[in-house]
């Protein structure tokens, strides 16, 4: 079984690394902020305005929002999807309007 720990800030208990201890992996900053939200509603659905909200720590207008889904689309590709394959997680977009995290069995 893979270990799966979060690196957290002492104050504010945000998270700012994820780590696949057995793989020797890890997240940056923000793709770690992704992954704990979708951690914390795990196998449930995340608005994807909410998650980005949270990754960026700001209430995203809609004009900036369209960037940062594009920018989050990339991130899941390149980077969020391969972790969370290797941790046994499987990472569903439904509908284009939110995002989910499953565990594999």
Known sequence: ??????????????AYKVRLVDKGIYLPRI?????????????????????LDYAYQADLSEDILYYKQRSLDTMLSVVIKPFAEAGGFIVFRKNGKSIMLIKEN
């Not at 079984?1 to 945000?14: G, H, K, P, Q, Y």
């Not at 992704?34 to 305005?49: E, G, I, M, R």
């Open 1 to 14: 079984m893979d270990s799966l720990v979060f690196d957290r800030d002492a104050i504010t208990n945000e």
């Open 31 to 51: 793709p770690t902020r992704v992954f704990d939200k979708l951690y914390q509603n795990l196998n449930q659905p995340v608005d994807l305005k909410e998650l």
